[in-house]
């Protein structure tokens, strides 16, 4: 039974690319010569008011998933519902309640103004005139664009671009956004405003959010759900907080008084198997497992009365989620 604030719901979702057929190759895009697994087995809920974000290398699935929720490729295997609706069997509905969001200007008409653009994409989504003269100034001033509603695409910068992409995305309605790559293009400045902005939307709105990016100081701004996906499958599915609970190492600065205390240190971390590296007057180590700080300082012997203080340094998100990914996740 479906909670009424689980927007998005997948279930083992697949999807298979299989071999082109040789006489098909001359005429496709594709060369497959082997069976792709995209997708393997996806499963995910997304609350009302919550933000997913996914995160993964190229070729790890993320386009597939988005796809298959809007309607523009079919899962091999498992379900997936928005709103209570199957993406395979209501596709045109879900269209009405979802904002999607893909990763690349060339979806926008670039000698169109941002009105046009708009005016278009709500003619082809069924919207009437009526609706439509009253979404499109509310969208446009939403994504702070109204200044720009007669201005043709191609004379907007690539944030005001982006904003326009989410404008499009928001013109249904929508209880659920869907957004490849939104700051792709973008500068960092204009970036964390589109970030700010589609937070304020998840949090005012109640939407259901999934956003994937490739940068991680995003991820760590949105301050969500993460979902990491590599070769299809999930290596990690949850908040970040808990992703740091379950797989960090923190590195460890222990400050001495001297240069001559350091490599003292550094010695005695060595003789507990712990690789470690010197500064001018302190030793950086990251020990293995849930090592003790204290038991650690304690085997340093007499070297231990050169230490004078203590610093726990968290490790950067791009360091965490590459020791998922080389640990295996969750299949490890």
């Known amino acids: 039974m479906r909670d009424d604030d689980d927007v998005i719901v997948l279930s083992g979702l697949t999807k298979l690319y299989e071999p082109t057929p040789k006489w098909m190759r001359v005429f496709s895009r594709s060369h497959l010569r082997t069976t792709v697994r995209a997708l393997d087995g996806v499963d995910l809920v997304v609350r009302a008011g919550e933000i997913c974000a996914v995160v993964g290398p190229n070729g790890a699935g993320k386009t597939t998933m988005f796809r298959i929720m809007v309607g523009l490729t079919s899962a091999t295997t498992g379900t997936g519902s928005i709103l209570g609706l199957?993406?395979?069997?209501?596709?045109?509905?879900?269209?009405?309640?979802?904002?999607?969001?893909?990763?690349?200007?060339?979806?926008?008409?670039?000698?169109?103004?941002?009105?046009?653009?708009?005016?278009?994409?709500?003619?082809?989504?069924?919207?009437?005139?009526?609706?439509?003269?009253?979404?499109?100034?509310?969208?446009?001033?939403?994504?702070?664009?109204?200044?720009?509603?007669?201005?043709?695409?191609?004379?907007?910068?690539?944030?005001?671009?982006?904003?326009?992409?989410?404008?499009?995305?928001?013109?249904?309605?929508?209880?659920?956004?869907?957004?490849?790559?939104?700051?792709?293009?973008?500068?960092?400045?204009?970036?964390?405003?589109?970030?700010?902005?589609?937070?304020?939307?998840?949090?005012?709105?109640?939407?259901?959010?999934?956003?994937?990016?490739?940068?991680?100081?995003e991820i760590e701004a949105l301050q969500s759900h993460a979902l990491l996906l590599d070769g299809g499958k999930v290596r990690y599915s949850g908040d970040l907080q808990s992703l740091r609970h379950e797989w960090e190492r923190p590195q460890l600065e222990l400050e001495t008084t001297d240069h001559q205390s350091a490599l003292a240190v550094l010695a005695g971390l060595q003789a507990q198997g712990i690789e470690a590296e010197i500064g001018e007057a302190s030793v950086r180590c990251r020990p293995a497992g849930q090592a003790e700080v204290g038991a650690i300082v304690m085997r340093l012997g007499p070297a231990a009365a050169n230490v004078t203080h203590i610093r726990e340094i968290p490790m950067p998100l791009r360091d965490l989620i590459a020791q998922v990914y080389a640990r295996g996740g969750n299949d490890a």
């Open 86 to 217: 199957d993406v395979e069997k209501d596709s045109e509905q879900i269209r009405q309640v979802v904002g999607w969001m893909p990763s690349e200007d060339r979806s926008l008409l670039m000698r169109a103004t941002s009105f046009e653009n708009l005016q278009l994409h709500g003619r082809l989504q069924g919207m009437n005139r009526k609706e439509l003269a009253a979404r499109i100034p509310h969208v446009l001033d939403i994504v702070n664009l109204e200044p720009q509603t007669h201005t043709v695409v191609a004379g907007l910068s690539a944030g005001m671009r982006a904003r326009l992409r989410l404008a499009r995305a928001l013109l249904p309605g929508p209880r659920a956004l869907i957004l490849d790559e939104p700051t792709g293009p973008v500068d960092p400045i204009a970036a964390y405003g589109l970030l700010t902005l589609i937070m304020d939307l998840a949090k005012q709105e109640r939407l259901a959010v999934m956003i994937s990016s490739h940068r991680l100081e």
